[in-house]
């Protein structure tokens, strides 16, 4: 009879835990956070940088209305997986965390599943609880009281986020789970390399502001004049807008302003 009591219980309590863990959404990475308010706001900007510069150069209302609606949609995608990439480059810094507390915890004598459940109490100090890293903390945690390792739960994780630091740990955990008795000391050096490589990126990024700033300059000025001595120049530009030969002069110099454009966003973003 007791025993049949305590199986009842045990397999109700794995059912609650299933039930748990399928409450809990694994966040897709690839999908952009952004909302409709953010799409719309991306369009009016694209929309008014697309209409400014067509209309520079060509002086053409319809042509700048529909180039505008082009460039605003281009820059509604533009946008998303800028926020996308945001995202990824937050949670990376949140799983930066996770590492540390996890470190601090087993370097006190915890196993990792004990580890990561401290972790998630000390993380809860820092970021709230609809955070992307507390949801996955979440998720590994309601995994392994569902029987699955560890090592499973941290590839997932990693194959979602689709960060190389993640994935890096995923599989060195998946190499040395229930083998070694160093998870402690692999925890810390991973923690270590992915703070050494965000210090050089904050480096890189500090040296590459003036950079970028100086491009921006550089790639707008000639708009700029272009508008000055089209507005204010006594006719001086007529032959630009008003002539085949114009026309022609014209979209050469707007397919290198898109070209050189397109290059100087290239080139900024330095990833290692």
């Given at each position: 009879m007791?025993?049949?009591?305590?199986?009842?219980?045990a397999?109700k309590t794995?059912?609650?835990a299933?039930?748990?863990?399928?409450?809990?959404k694994?966040?897709?990475?690839s999908?952009?956070?952004?909302?409709v308010?953010d799409?719309?706001?991306?369009?009016?900007i694209?929309?008014?940088a697309?209409?400014?510069v067509?209309?520079?150069?060509?002086k053409?209302?319809?042509?700048?209305?529909?180039?505008?609606?082009?460039?605003g949609t281009?820059?509604?995608?533009v946008?998303?997986?800028?926020?996308?990439?945001?995202r990824?480059r937050?949670l990376?810094?949140?799983?930066?965390?996770?590492?540390?507390?996890?470190s601090v915890?087993?370097?006190?004598?915890?196993?990792?599943?004990?580890?990561?459940?401290?972790?998630?109490?000390?993380?809860?100090?820092?970021?709230p609880d609809e955070?992307?890293?507390?949801?996955?903390v979440d998720?590994?945690?309601?995994?392994f009281?569902?029987?699955?390792?560890?090592?499973?739960?941290?590839?997932?994780?990693?194959?979602?986020?689709?960060?190389d630091?993640?994935?890096?740990?995923?599989?060195i955990?998946?190499?040395?789970e229930g083998?070694?008795?160093?998870?402690n000391?692999?925890?810390?050096?991973?923690?270590?390399?992915i703070?050494?490589?965000?210090?050089?990126?904050?480096?890189i990024?500090?040296?590459?502001?003036?950079?970028?700033?100086?491009?921006?300059?550089m790639?707008?000025?000639?708009?700029?004049?272009?508008?000055?001595v089209?507005?204010?120049?006594?006719?001086?530009?007529?032959l630009?807008?008003?002539?085949?030969?114009?026309?022609?002069?014209?979209?050469?110099?707007?397919i290198?302003?898109?070209i050189?454009?397109?290059?100087a966003?290239?080139?900024?973003?330095?990833?290692?």
């Amino acid at each position: 009879m007791n025993n049949n009591i305590f199986a009842i219980t045990a397999e109700k309590t794995a059912e609650a835990a299933r039930a748990s863990a399928r409450r809990l959404k694994a966040p897709d990475y690839s999908v952009s956070p952004s909302g409709v308010f953010d799409h719309i706001a991306a369009f009016i900007i694209g929309f008014a940088a697309g209409f400014a510069v067509l209309f520079i150069f060509y002086k053409i209302a319809a042509l700048s209305i529909i180039g505008g609606g082009l460039s605003g949609t281009a820059w509604i995608f533009v946008s998303s997986n800028g926020a996308v990439n945001k995202r990824k480059r937050k949670l990376r810094a949140q799983f930066f965390d996770l590492l540390e507390a996890l470190s601090v915890s087993m370097r006190a004598g915890s196993p990792a599943a004990k580890a990561i459940v401290s972790a998630r109490d000390d993380l809860t100090l820092l970021y709230p609880d609809e955070s992307d890293i507390i949801v996955e903390v979440d998720i590994i945690i309601g995994k392994f009281r569902n029987t699955v390792p560890l090592s499973e739960a941290f590839a997932d994780f990693a194959e979602r986020s689709g960060i190389d630091d993640i994935a890096g740990f995923a599989s060195i955990y998946a190499t040395i789970e229930g083998k070694s008795s160093r998870a402690n000391e692999i925890v810390r050096e991973t923690q270590q390399i992915i703070s050494d490589k965000m210090e050089i990126e904050m480096e890189i990024e500090t040296l590459m502001i003036a950079a970028k700033s100086e491009v921006t300059i550089m790639l707008f000025m000639p708009l700029v004049i272009l508008a000055v001595v089209g507005y204010a120049g006594a006719g001086f530009m007529d032959l630009i807008y008003t002539t085949t030969v114009g026309r022609l002069v014209a979209t050469v110099g707007f397919i290198l302003f898109i070209i050189s454009f397109i290059m100087a966003r290239k080139f900024s973003n330095v990833k290692l």
